[in-house]
């Protein structure tokens, strides 16, 4: 017996124990191994886009194999950051759980739990190094550049595309008059100074057309002249040589010197091109230009001789511009797309050719106009898509299935391939930290314009947005959007009052790119109900247009990170309630459209969705949210607009890194604010707060919100009379407060807002209700841009007291705000103000506008002014006025506006 025991022992040791240290070892290590994770993965993303960007530049199996590295690449960055993820629940699940169970059993049970998920962290590490070093095997050594580690060559060339714009024929060339007019006098006309004029736009607009057009009418103008095609891979030698080589030519000589080009320093270079230039008069253009230290490196050769030289830059980075700006006079001209008018014209040419002169059959003219509408105003995309069809039989059938399918067609038909490529161009060209960002617009419906305040938190709560000295995550995350802006790769939809960008859109054909390398990166995948879900590989974020329900049943992948709800159609309560179970790794949950009716998504599991950090149940049926709220307590952003949310729970008060509260916002607060129970001063986070009750628990509200000194916004509604010095108090301790909403308790009113406030950075103010007097110290803020009265019920003008801020630009006098009689901007008051608002002011019979006021205004819009017989004295006079609109005023008001009109373009409308 003594003997078995002793080789039981002995086995135990030679073959159990090695196993079992190799065990303890790797869960050791995990906390080190997640760590070593979260380091490598910025660095893999750059490799997988860098490889990405190759596979683009190859053809056949080159393309194919690249493109094969790039999923396994991507399956292989999604399993780290999952790893990294179930470890971050497990850790604060750790830290969360109570520290008082100090049962023997209790400690046991959980120190078998906590072993048990470290050695599964562990086993789920080693499968992901096994992966990545077997990558690394096959494609080179793990710090490699990437470029060495895949091959292939990174410039893709586009030479024909480059090429033909060079060579149209002025009939072919539409749309392009008045730019093509102003460019031409910028370059004939003007100063003496070498000036630089600038062309900036996005890819396909037709830069090149336009400039090589222009540059051929005005060339006879100056001594010399080039034309040089820059794009990305240039080096400064080669175009200083270039340029050496076009003036030769141009002076038509033999210089024997140009043999000596090739072996030239950069600095040697730069003299001959100076000595060629001095005393002449020349234009050069530099077409597709991309890199931002272009003119830097190009500036000290093109010699200023004060004789009226130009310089002409395409591009489509507004940054390239900018930097131009530093040490050369600059004219820049943003190149548009073509109208709808202009760009039938262009698409019935290519499309009908002179087989139709140029004319379009009856019978095609409406799905002709669907198919321009698609290109939104883009000509490289009319003409590509014109030169197809003009192949294709004149059938409607053929040409709406061709519609139909044209999102499909962009990424599988060979003759639609320049239309991606010059698109394609710029995401390649973005910087990796940028492409996440760009691919988000992806997320979002075709044509759908993305607000910035839910574009950025959103950003930010994926992990897109890296920390920078000195700058919140939110002016990080506004820089990466005004880089994509300048790239012309996202468009300005709208923008708020105070001119910031309130609004943005991606061209539909973007979008389309968009979609397409969604798929490719496994980014994210956009579902309805003419699409299947994919049946293999990660699914990282998922949109749902249509037939949700369906959908979301088939749906039980657990790594998505982002869930986007656009639907009217209502979701079952079974599907709701299965979700926090089916994606706990969840970062962003939104729902739009009537997808929600009167359920919560989380009910009973918010334990399940600890990563969640930002939560939009706008436009909701909801009434209530469970108390399990707090147990989100990574969550920053919680959307309740529009919902009908009216009381946050106790259990609210966890959520100490909650950074906007946003709620209700209907029309400026009447339908009151969501009631909080004291307390919300421990949510010291908080940034912005709207619209929450100040009725409910008045007095502690008042002074606990003045424990939260990080507010940027703040909407009050309900304020009674009796609590306007606490709102005085409050006013000045937040000192980093830019908006301010106050909603009077209408029965009462709010007859005292008389007070001494410092608010240094306070630029919006909007109050609704009742007013005594109008408040004196919105008239001394001097950093604010914007205000807004409604049922105010003013009845002394308030234009005097307001004449002198600085920065205002915008004035919105609404509903019941003013019941006198005059309205009276007095002599050179309002310096910057450029548009104004007035609605419903039933007392009101005049405006006058004396001398020197109103030098800004752009904007003037009248609507509901029942009694306001004349147009505002003085209109006439005002230098920048643009738009001057009315709507439902009376007959004998629109009498003297015909009247006065003349040749401005003021218009009248019927509906605000």
């Known amino acids: 017996m003594e003997k078995l025991q002793e080789i039981a022992a002995s086995l135990a040791v030679d073959y159990l124990l090695p196993p079992l240290m190799k065990a303890v070892t790797s869960v050791m290590e995990v906390p080190k191994d997640v760590a070593e994770m979260k380091d490598k993965l910025d660095g893999i993303q750059a490799i997988i886009h860098d490889v990405d960007k190759m596979a683009e530049a190859e053809e056949g199996n080159s393309h194919d194999g690249l493109k094969a590295k790039v999923k396994q690449l991507v399956e292989t960055s999604f399993r780290m950051e999952d790893i990294v993820d179930e470890y971050t629940i497990h850790e604060e699940k750790q830290l969360g759980d109570d520290p008082g169970c100090a049962a023997l059993p209790c400690k046991a049970i959980d120190f078998v739990k906590t072993t048990a998920s470290l050695l599964q962290f562990a086993y789920m590490n080693e499968d992901v190094k096994s992966e990545f070093c077997t990558i690394n095997e096959r494609n080179g050594n793990e710090d490699s550049s990437p470029m060495k580690s895949f091959g292939g060559n990174q410039n893709i060339t586009f030479d024909n595309l480059r090429m033909a714009p060079l060579y149209l024929k002025e009939a072919e060339v539409v749309g392009f008059d008045g730019p093509r007019d102003t460019l031409e006098k910028w370059l004939k006309e003007g100063r003496k100074k070498r000036t630089v004029i600038s062309v900036v736009g996005m890819g396909g607009l037709g830069k090149t057309t336009l400039a090589k057009k222009v540059f051929d009418k005005v060339r006879t103008h100056f001594t010399l002249h080039a034309w040089i095609t820059v794009s990305q891979s240039y080096t400064i030698e080669g175009l200083l040589r270039d340029m050496l080589l076009k003036f030769v030519e141009e002076e038509k000589r033999v210089d024997h010197s140009q043999n000596d080009y090739s072996t030239m320093d950069k600095k040697s270079l730069i003299d001959q091109v100076r000595n060629q230039l001095r005393h002449k008069r020349y234009v050069v253009v530099f077409d597709d230009v991309w890199n931002n230290c272009f003119w830097q490196q190009m500036e000290f050769a093109l010699i200023d001789n004060e004789n009226g030289s130009r310089i002409l830059i395409t591009t489509r980075n507004q940054d390239v511009v900018n930097s131009c700006k530093r040490s050369a006079v600059i004219q820049v001209h943003e190149l548009q797309p073509l109208t709808l008018e202009k760009s039938l014209e262009l698409f019935y040419t290519k499309a009908f050719g002179s087989e139709f002169d140029g004319h379009c059959p009856s019978n095609l003219k409406d799905i002709s106009t669907e198919i321009v509408k698609k290109c939104q105003g883009l000509p490289l995309a009319i003409v590509v898509i014109g030169g197809l069809l003009f192949d294709e039989k004149k059938e409607i059938l053929k040409w709406q299935r061709f519609y139909q399918n044209l999102s499909s067609e962009l990424g599988k038909n060979p003759s639609l391939s320049p239309v991606k490529k010059i698109l394609n161009f710029s995401y390649h060209d973005l910087p990796y930290n940028l492409k996440p960002c760009f691919l988000y617009f992806g997320i979002y419906p075709e044509d759908y314009e993305v607000e910035r305040g839910r574009l950025i938190p959103q950003w930010i709560a994926e992990g897109f947005v890296k920390s920078e000295a000195t700058k919140t995550l939110v002016e990080v995350a506004e820089k990466y959007l005004n880089e994509l802006i300048k790239r012309s790769l996202v ?422």
């Open 491 to 912: 468009q300005v939809s709208s923008f708020t009052k105070v001119g910031k960008i309130k609004g943005c859109r991606v061209h539909d054909l973007l979008h389309e790119i968009i979609r397409e390398k969604n798929e490719d990166l496994r980014f994210c995948h956009s579902a309805s109900d003419r699409e299947n879900l994919p049946r293999r590989g990660m699914i990282r974020r998922l949109t749902i247009a249509s037939g949700s329900n369906n959908l979301m049943g088939s749906v039980v992948n657990s790594n998505i990170r982002s869930l986007h709800v656009f639907s009217d159609e209502e979701l079952s309560e079974s599907s709701v309630k299965r979700m926090p179970t089916k994606y706990r790794l969840l970062r962003v949950l939104h729902f739009e459209g009537d997808s929600l009716y009167n359920y919560v998504p989380l009910t009973e599991n918010f334990q399940d969705l600890s990563l969640l950090t930002y939560l939009s149940l706008k436009n909701s049926k909801i009434e209530n949210l469970p108390k399990s709220i707090g147990l989100l307590h990574n969550l920053e952003t919680l959307d309740l607009r529009q919902s009908v949310v009216g009381m946050m729970p106790r259990e609210f008060y966890k959520l100490k890194k909650l950074r906007h509260l946003l709620a209700h916002d209907r029309l400026f607060g009447l339908f009151g604010g969501l009631q909080m129970e004291g307390g919300i001063g421990v949510l010291t986070s908080l940034q912005t707060l709207r619209d929450m009750d100040a009725d409910h628990d008045a007095e502690e509200v008042m002074k606990e919100l003045e424990r939260l000194t990080q507010l940027r916004v703040l909407g009050l509604t309900n304020v009674r009379e009796e609590f306007t010095s606490s709102l005085c108090s409050l006013i000045n301790k937040l000192q980093h407060l830019e908006k301010l909403y106050i909603n009077a308790k209408y029965i009462l009113g709010v007859n005292d807002l008389q007070f001494d406030v410092c608010a240094p950075v306070l630029q919006k103010v909007r109050i609704v209700g009742g007013l005594k007097e109008f408040p004196n110290w919105v008239a001394k803020l001097q950093n604010l841009v914007t205000l807004s009265l409604l049922h105010t019920r003013l009845t002394v003008d308030p234009l005097p007291l307001l004449k002198d801020l600085p920065n205002l630009s915008s004035l919105c006098l609404l509903k019941f705000s003013y019941i006198g009689e005059i309205l009276q901007f007095p002599n050179r008051g309002f310096q910057n103000l450029n548009q104004i608002l007035l609605n419903r002011l039933i007392g009101l019979k005049s405006i006058v506008i004396e001398d020197g006021a109103l030098p800004s205004l752009e904007k003037l819009k009248l609507v509901d002014i029942p009694r306001l017989k004349k147009v505002p004295s003085g209109l006439s006079k005002l230098p920048k006025l643009e738009v001057f609109h009315v709507i439902d005023m009376s007959d004998e008001f629109k009498e003297n506006f015909h009247l006065n009109r003349g040749q401005r373009q003021w218009r009248i409308g019927h509906g605000i």
